[in-house]
Structure formats: C-alpha cells, structure tokens
C-alpha cells in the first residue's frame, strides 16, 4: 500500500509500499506527484532498476533530456549521466565528484530543467551525501519587506564567473567557452508552473550580480538570500543507500554534493534529466 511519509518538518517525501518498475495505478502516481510538487523531493528506497527502468520511470514524470557532459552519458543509454569514480580502460566512466557547492541544475540555461532523478548503485561507507534545500520555503519564510523589494528583479547567471567558485580545481574557462557561454538572466523570484508557489532562485554560493543594481547594493542583497535559504530548517541532508532514488525539483529545490574519498572508495551513481514542462500521471510507462 502506498505511504507517504515526511522526511523533515521543512523539506521531502518518502514513498513506501511500491515498486519503480512495476505498474503503479493513475491514482496512486498522482499522489506521489503531488507530494514532489508540495514538498520539492521525493525518496524511493530499496529499489532495483535496470537503465531501461530508470529512463520509463523518469518520463512518467515529463520529457527525459541530456543538456550536458555527453563525455560521462551510459554508453547503450545516453539518456543517463553516470556520476562515478570508477573506470574501465584506465578511463573513468562518469564524473568522480560535481556539484559541491549550493546549486539549481542548468541555472545557466534559457529554459532550466524541471528535475533529475538520481539512483544510486553503489555507495562509499562514509561521504557522498546530497544536501537539499527547500527554496519554495526559503521563500515563503522572508520578511514581507524583502519579498517586496526582490518581487520583480532579475539575477545574472554567469557560467564562466562561476568556475573558479564551482571547480576551483579545474582551468580557467578557454576563450572558447567564454564565447559559449552567455550570462543568462532568470527572476530571482521564480512561480511554480504547476502549484503556482513562489521560490527564491538565488543560485546557491555564487556572487551573482542584479540587473540593473549596483554591485555594493547587489552583492549583500544576494549573499543575504543565498544565507538565509540554507538555513537547517529549509535543508536535509541525505545519506546514500544502495537502491535510493530521489527525484529532486529542481523548480524549488536546490542542492550540494559533499566529499567522499574516491581513492579509497567506489560510487555509482545514474541521473537522468527533466525537461517537460509539467509533469502528468498519464505519461509513458516504458
């Protein structure tokens, strides 16, 4: 029977009692929809999925997508990004580690994605955590003066000013990817498509800029908001198991990847990609 249990007071969803690759009715997919509209993640755990699995259970959501590193994409199944440190050939088969500061998933993009669902195959002892964040909350629990003053305005997006912040490891950004790279400007404030709510979209530990706002009035503007919407009671902290799978919205939620020694131990993990606009109950199921 299907349960749907809170995993924090502020932030998640666990669904009991079903199983991702068998025949969930209409009704009871609603349900699970609603709750990842309402709560903004969604936890499934002791599952057992083959890729094929994965990528029906996915579009049950909306339209499966890839819009970044081709380079890590499973090799029968691109639809699927392998997060991983392992390799074959001497070559790894996925990113060994990404995502260790607060962010949403394609910020830099037009039209961002609406969601990722990530399922974990193998997991370290210890590390390799996700953090999440409720933004819809984050939002809700501002003061009302500061909601005013942030109602209307637009946050610049910069991929090439958030490498050395994101990757500080890795190379500056090349001339080429400057120049494929455009800032992208996105409400600060985003509404919901489907619950209508409103969410802060302050793009996590960057110091991005406010159109139109000068820098000694939009950096402690947006440092404030990025502060506040990680506080404990908007965020949780998962600890991986195999078989897990958290779907994520990535309308309202935010989230981080924490450390894990990928010398000494193994992680795989699969992510696919949403980007339909809505999700429905009469999706495709395989």
Known sequence: MLELVPLTDGIGTE???????????????????????????LLFRGQRMTPEQHIAFT??????????????????????????????????????????????DGHYLTHPPIGSMLYALEVPPVGGDTWFGNMIAAYEALPQ?????????????????????????????TAQEIAEWPDVTQPLVRVHEVSGRKALYAGGNVPWRIEGMPPEESAPL?????????????????????????LWDNRSAMHRATYYDHVAHRRLMHRTTLSAAQATAGAARS
Not at 156 to 172: E, F, G, H, K, L
Not at 223 to 244: I, K, M, N, S
């Open 15 to 41: 669904v009991r009692g079903i199983d991702v690759t068998g025949d969930i009715p209409d009704r009871d997919f609603e349900r699970i929809v609603r709750a990842w509209t309402d709560t903004t993640i």
């Open 59 to 104: 579009r049950r959501f909306g339209e499966v997508y890839t819009y970044t590193r081709s380079q890590f994409n499973h090799t029968d199944h691109p639809e699927i990004l392998i997060l991983s440190n392992l390799t074959r050939d001497g070559k790894p088969i996925g990113s060994a580690y990404s995502g260790r500061v607060w962010h949403s």
């Open 145 to 173: 003066r500061v909601k005013d003053r942030i109602e209307d305005l637009k946050v610049i997006i910069s991929r090439v000013q958030s490498r050395p912040y994101n990757y500080p490891d890795r190379p500056a950004p």
């Open 222 to 246: 947006i440092t404030f908001l990025q502060e506040f919407a990680v506080q404990p009671r908007f965020t949780y902290r998962h600890r991986w198991q195999p078989g897990d799978i958290i």
